[in-house]
């Protein structure tokens, strides 16, 4: 079975500062990845995804996630953190493209 | 652009009675999906949809079960809610399948509490 596994549940950040959020998967075959954005009193949206290609993916908002197969990982990035940024971001996992396997989120706080 | 909503963002029931969480989507997608959020657990598939009245386990069905009679409309039923399902509920849909894309639209959320 697959799994995901993000490895900070809170990441507090300054305005203006650099931020990775890390998530690693347990699968042995080709797998789709997934960041979905959940801003506050609100559902999922998606930021970006890997589905084959390139392994470096640009999303919404300034976010980039880079996939690397041998160290199952599909860390996101952002160069430099806004306030609006202040989110819980989940990693995601899918075998078969339908169903999804949700990491168990980390929660960014961005402070001024 | 892509709306799914849910029927209540807030609910409160006592414990024993049916529930019913009503999803619609206006996409014309083949999947729809109930997850349950709980902190420090994530997302957790409860049931899945891929056709009417088709429908598929999650990884925790129990004590749930679910409804599709149309393609736009799925709802997830507590049968005799209990206090361990306080929780937020949300709701998704997907096209099948898409070379262009397998993201997954999800509706706001229903935060329902159990007394």
């Known amino acids: 079975a697959q799994s995901v596994t993000q490895l900070d549940s809170q990441v507090p950040v300054f305005e203006e500062a650099p931020v990775e959020l890390r998530c690693n998967y347990s699968?042995?075959?080709?797998?789709?990845l997934f960041w979905y954005v959940q801003y506050p009193n609100q559902g999922l949206q998606l930021l970006l995804k890997?589905?084959?290609?390139?392994?470096l993916v640009k999303g919404i908002n300034g976010f980039e996630a880079e996939f690397n197969k041998s160290q199952t990982s599909f860390h996101l990035r952002k160069p430099s953190v806004h306030i609006s940024d202040t989110a819980e971001y989940f990693c995601?996992?899918?075998?078969?493209?339908?169903?999804?396997?949700f990491g168990q989120g980390t929660r960014l706080t961005i402070n001024p | 652009d892509v709306k799914v909503t849910q029927s209540s963002r807030y609910l409160v029931k006592r414990t024993g009675e049916k529930v019913f969480l009503e999803c619609v989507q206006d996409?014309?997608?083949?999947?729809m999906f109930w997850y349950r959020q709980d902190p420090g657990l994530g997302l957790r598939l409860i049931y899945f949809?891929?056709?009417?009245?088709?429908?598929e386990k999650g990884d925790i069905p129990e004590g749930y079960s679910v409804s599709r009679e149309k393609k736009e409309r799925f709802s997830l039923i507590l049968e005799s809610a209990s206090t361990n399902q306080t929780s937020m509920y949300l709701c998704?849909?997907?096209?099948?399948?898409?070379?262009?894309?397998?993201?997954?639209?999800f509706g706001p959320g229903t935060r329902l509490t159990v007394t």
């Open positions: 998704a849909s997907s096209f099948r399948e898409s070379s262009q894309s397998y993201e997954q639209y």
């Open positions: 699968s042995s075959v080709s797998v789709y």
């Open positions: 890997y589905l084959s290609g390139s392994t």
């Open positions: 995601a996992v899918s075998q078969r493209a339908q169903k999804l396997v």
């Open positions: 996409m014309d997608h083949e999947n």
């Open positions: 949809s891929y056709d009417v009245k088709m429908k």
